[in-house]
């Protein structure tokens, strides 16, 4: 039996290949052999091209089906996919290909697969061992330097398998697919879901209302950010009605507020199935398709994976082990044996704690990490680009609550300057979740004993910058 991810995939494709994998809203839909086919000719351009195995294939492009062949035909070919945010700017762009250096940089995947039409078909998937890596998914670092986590072929499906079986996926599913597809939520859980049943996806580029309201009649299951969800509750076209023919609404990526949930539950009837996860594990803890899902808790580790807390106290940062964990930082053996222990435990940084019967709960990030509207921001990383600007002394970043994106970059500066200014100059360097929405000047910013800059205390000084 074959551990190349795609045929485990692939196996579970209809036996009926003119069933709609893609279905477009006012467009033609995408067939599992459309898909098939497409898949093979794109590994058999790759091969062409010289792609071997356990070379990089490198992709910043729109979200459209072709990319999703993209990412297959990468998979088929032994070759390890590297997918970038679609916001990176060009200079972030080039760190990433630099430290991956992937054989081929797609920005093109319709072209890219358009080309492949004359390609001989890759009708072999080329073999490879659970232990292969498939992907490698950068995660931005405290240090600011950006890590690659890297995934194997054997951790995606081991994932996968849980996922499909928790989530009581069947191919009478349809799945709403409106998260990007450069993040391991919208690429590896909601994709590899609906390929192991062989299901449709309503396939929407983006999460825009209107398109949501009308697939969400077609559609049996939808995963998204916490802020897709705020977003529906905010429409009044979205109805008990409207949400009637769906029999699960998941988040996760980042803490669903339990307005959020209550809320959502009144109107629908439905409790959104909370989960938690991160690129270095894909998922890690759900709560149960049946049983109770409990605002505020992200639920039970999936079957197969231990998990921890660290530090003997009660509440502590969470570390976890199982098959589904990241095998490493690309190039980086030292970051990778400072963040596991010495009993193989990753140390995730998230802290939470942990009731008697296994349930888990998160309140919180050991680092100060920032979650924008579902994406990571690293107030390092911000604060570096900040404190070259002219006129800026030294800067603080940090996330303050906001009303659609979760939390919003905020920065407080030591300096001179003009709020917008400041604003637009970092979004030069910065993508835009990642440039700091708000500005303040302060005269000093308050530090401990050891020179640290309190974060916690600005956080509370600008709870109210976004209210
Ligand atoms: P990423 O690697 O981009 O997927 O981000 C992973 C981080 O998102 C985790 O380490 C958590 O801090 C956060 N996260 C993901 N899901 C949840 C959740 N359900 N509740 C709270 N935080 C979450």
């Not at 109107?267 to 690129?279: A, F, K, N, V």
């Not at 589904?324 to 963040?339: D, H, I, L, Q």
């Not at 939390?407 to 030591?414: D, L, P, S, T």
């Given at each position: 039996m074959s551990e190349n991810l795609y045929d485990i995939l692939a196996a579970r494709f209809p036996a009926d290949r003119?069933?709609?994998c893609f279905i477009r809203l006012g467009e033609a839909a995408i067939s599992y052999g459309d898909l098939e086919v497409a898949v093979a000719q794109t590994a058999g351009h790759l091969v062409r091209k010289g792609v071997g195995a356990g070379d990089r294939v490198a992709l910043q492009a729109p979200k459209t089906w072709q990319a999703v062949a993209v990412y297959l035909a990468t998979l088929k070919a032994g070759a390890v996919f590297l997918p970038l945010n679609t916001a990176y700017t060009p200079s972030e762009v080039e760190y990433f290909l630099a430290d991956a250096e992937p054989a081929l940089f797609l920005t093109d995947a319709e072209a890219f697969v358009a080309e492949a039409a004359d390609a001989p078909p890759l009708e072999t998937?080329?073999?490879?061992s659970a232990s292969d890596l498939a992907a490698i998914i950068y995660t931005s670092g405290t240090t600011g330097r950006s890590k690659g986590a890297m995934l194997t072929h054997g951790a995606l499906t081991a994932n996968a398998l849980a996922l499909h079986e928790a989530w009581g996926f069947s191919p009478d599913d349809v799945l709403l697919h409106a998260l990007p597809i450069f993040h391991v939520h919208g690429l590896f859980v909601a994709l590899h879901c609906a390929f192991l049943s062989g299901c449709p996806m309503v396939w929407l580029a983006r999460f825009e209302d209107d398109a949501v309201l009308e697939g969400l009649a077609k559609s049996t299951v939808m995963m998204g950010v916490p802020t897709f969800y705020t977003r529906l509750l905010a429409n009044p076209g979205f109805t008990r009605e409207r949400a009637s023919h769906m029999r699960l609404f998941v988040s996760g990526s980042a803490p669903l507020l339990e307005s959020t949930f209550l809320e959502f539950e009144e109107?629908?009837?439905?409790?959104?199935?909370?989960?938690?996860?991160?690129?270095e594990a894909v998922i890690i803890t759900t709560n149960p398709l049946r049983g109770e899902r409990i605002a505020g808790s992200v639920g039970y580790p999936l079957p197969g994976v231990e998990l921890?807390?660290?530090?003997?106290?009660?509440?502590?940062?969470?570390e976890i082990r199982g098959p589904?964990?990241?095998?490493?930082?690309?190039?980086?053996?030292?970051?990778?044996?400072?963040?596991f222990t010495a009993d193989g435990f990753?140390?995730?940084g998230d802290v939470g704690r942990k009731d008697p019967d296994g349930r888990v709960w998160i309140s919180g990030r050991a680092k100060d990490l920032i979650i924008s509207g579902g994406y990571n921001v690293y107030p390092k990383e911000v604060e570096l680009?900040?404190?070259?600007?002219?006129?800026?002394?030294?800067?603080?970043?940090?996330?303050?609550?906001?009303?659609?994106?979760?939390?919003?970059?905020?920065?407080?500066?030591?300096?001179?300057g003009r709020e917008a200014d400041l604003i637009a100059q970092a979004r030069e360097r910065l993508a835009a979740y990642k440039s700091p929405k708000r500005v303040f000047f302060v005269d000093e910013l308050p530090r401990n004993a050891m020179g640290k800059v309190q974060k916690n205390l600005l956080r509370d000084r600008f709870a109210d910058a976004f209210a």
């Open positions: 003119a069933q709609p998937a080329v073999a490879c109107r629908t009837g439905q409790p959104i199935l909370e989960r938690y996860g991160m690129s921890r807390i660290g530090g003997g106290a009660e509440t502590g940062v969470i589904s964990v990241f095998s490493g930082y690309w190039r980086m053996p030292e970051k990778t044996a400072e963040e990753f140390v995730t680009v900040l404190d070259e600007l002219p006129g800026v002394v030294e800067s603080a970043v940090i996330g303050a609550p906001h009303p659609d994106f979760g939390e919003g970059v905020v920065a407080v500066v030591i300096g001179e």
